[in-house]
């Protein structure tokens, strides 16, 4: 969103009615983009006044005000995430449009529960990597510093979650095909 | 596995902003630290007077509480509304003619859940509402003095109020915070509320509060002077929820432990005779070069139209014990000695306004 840079100068200088409307101005997208995160009303919320807290806090220090949106919705993500880190929960995502995303090839048979049930088996640091690049197109620097890692490790993550979820939907699949 | 949200849902954007601004009045608190700051370089005392279940912070209570606030936070049997379930007439009959604001809004913090349920805005306080829900058995005083708060973002430069809780469970209270209407405050502004736990929880809610408008304000200007105090009682304000009587005192005293302008309460009494009965209340004193000055006002139950004449007389309480805070321009605080058993009485003359309502 553009936004007055007018206001976003004065909220940078300390003011408070400024910043308070600059939020009030995306308040529809914060409120879709932490509930995407975090699932719930609840949360999102949560996530909402924690980041109108750090933003606010740390607003003197942006450099450029033409960017102030994406520096907001970054401090957002950061929030959600640290709230679903704290209460150990995965990030939710639509399942549908993950696997789409994922540009499977072995294929249309492999349905939504097995990619739940594989992405679940991953451990964390492969899980949520593989959810905020596919299912939320975060690029690789925001997923870095959302997860306060290197990008290399992130990248290194990234490759190994997909080869561990190829081969988990491979079993899932055939221990289903035996099943039934 | 369930989709992650529900995206249609109606955009609940109170919420949003509430959480948006209480973000920001915490912001601002972190950033104003000290807590306590002052607009000018007068000393300034502040004295809170606690009811009987309360808890005393850096306001220490006086030995003067209201029976009526007293018994109508045992009696509280569960939530609802808290303002109804309250035998403090002021409040049911808020509640019943549906001038305080029903809010609802719950905050989690450590296991523990402040739901703010309702406000009442009229000519005397600012009354809160709070129901508080724990894991773990909470011990006594967790809460401390009670809320802290903001108008429009900024903390006030001073203020007196009282806040009680009333026990229900291990786990379970009602609370009622009073914030003393002062001059400080517009008719209609955004109220942030801060209460802090005893393990260094913070709760926040911010809200838009708006005083109710029926209040018929009464000019009275009755001044007289005894013992070298001077008291004018400037309004008298009648509404559903009470009545009150603004008053001013100067004093020639330089030790605020032995000045009386904190302590005057008017016995109240209609055609009729019958008592209308006060309520507890706080004083915010000044101190100019050798005088001290109070300016306050008391708080009574509400009368109904078929009084038409008050009979005011004005008394002063010698406190037994009790003491106050001295807080300087730099938010220091000093525990002021307790002298207030060598207060001196004062005999004041008796006073009538007519009312018509």
């Known amino acids: ?180 | 596995m369930k989709k992650s949200h529900e995206p249609f849902k109606e955009f609940p954007q109170d919420q949003v902003r509430s959480a948006i601004r209480s973000g920001i009045v915490q912001a601002k608190e972190q950033v104003d630290a000290p807590r306590l700051r002052k607009k000018n370089g007068k000393r300034k005392i502040i004295y809170a007077l606690c009811s009987a279940a309360a808890v005393f912070g850096i306001l220490i209570g006086s030995s003067y509480y209201s029976p009526a606030l007293a018994s109508s936070l045992s009696q509280i049997p569960f939530i609802g509304s808290i303002f109804g379930n309250s035998d403090l007439i002021g409040l049911q009959q808020a509640q019943k003619h549906g001038l305080t604001k029903e809010i609802g809004e719950t905050q989690t913090v450590n296991g523990i859940s402040v739901t703010l349920n309702e406000i009442l805005y009229d000519q005397n306080n600012i009354t809160l509402g709070l129901f508080i829900e724990s894991d773990k058995e909470l011990g006594d005083f967790y809460f401390g003095a009670g809320m802290d708060f903001t108008i429009n973002g900024d903390l006030p430069s001073g203020s007196t109020g009282s806040y009680g809780e009333h026990i229900l469970s291990a786990t379970t209270m009602t609370a009622i915070q009073t914030i003393n209407v002062n001059e400080e405050m517009p008719e209609k502004f955004e109220l942030g509320l801060i209460l802090h736990g005893k393990n260094g929880e913070t709760w926040y809610f911010s809200t838009p509060v708006e005083k109710i408008t029926d209040i018929h304000k009464i000019p009275v200007q009755h001044s007289q002077t005894a013992d070298g105090l001077t008291l004018t009682v400037t309004e008298i304000s009648l509404s559903e929820t009470g009545v009150s009587i603004a008053y001013e005192s100067s004093e020639e005293e330089t030790d605020f432990e032995l000045s009386r302008g904190g302590n005057i309460e008017f016995l109240v009494v209609d055609q009729n005779g019958n008592e209308i009965t006060g309520l507890s209340g706080g004083a915010t004193g000044e101190m100019g070069k050798d005088r001290i000055m109070f300016k306050s006002s008391k708080q009574f139950d509400p009368v109904d139209s078929t009084v038409t004449e008050l009979t005011i007389t004005p008394y002063v309480v010698i406190p037994t014990e009790g003491g106050g805070v001295e807080i300087d321009e730099n938010g220091k605080e000093t525990k002021l000695e307790f002298k207030g058993d060598s207060i001196q009485p004062i005999e004041f003359e008796s006073f009538k306004v007519n009312i018509q309502q």
């Open chain 1, 1 to 180: 969103m553009k936004h007055d840079l007018h206001a976003v100068k004065r909220a940078i200088h300390g003011d408070a009615d400024a910043f308070e409307e600059l939020l009030f101005n995306e308040e529809k997208m914060l409120y879709y983009k932490a509930l995407s995160y975090v699932g719930n009303k609840e949360d999102a919320l949560d996530a909402i006044q924690e980041t109108a807290y750090n933003a606010f806090l740390a607003v003197g220090q942006l450099r450029n005000p033409e960017y102030f949106s994406t520096w907001l919705f970054r401090i957002l993500i950061r929030e959600c995430y640290r709230l679903l880190k704290v209460r150990d929960q995965m990030i939710p995502y639509e399942e549908s449009e993950l696997l789409k995303k994922l540009d499977h090839k072995q294929d249309e048979e492999i349905d939504s529960f097995h990619l739940s049930e594989a992405l679940a088996r991953l451990n964390s640091s492969y899980q949520t990597p593989i959810i905020l690049f596919y299912y939320h197109d975060l690029s690789i620097e925001d997923i870095s510093e959302i997860l306060e890692k290197p990008v290399g490790t992130v990248k290194t993550n990234l490759r190994r979650a997909r080869k561990k979820l190829k081969s988990e939907l491979e079993r899932s699949y055939q221990l289903h095909e035996k099943v039934t």
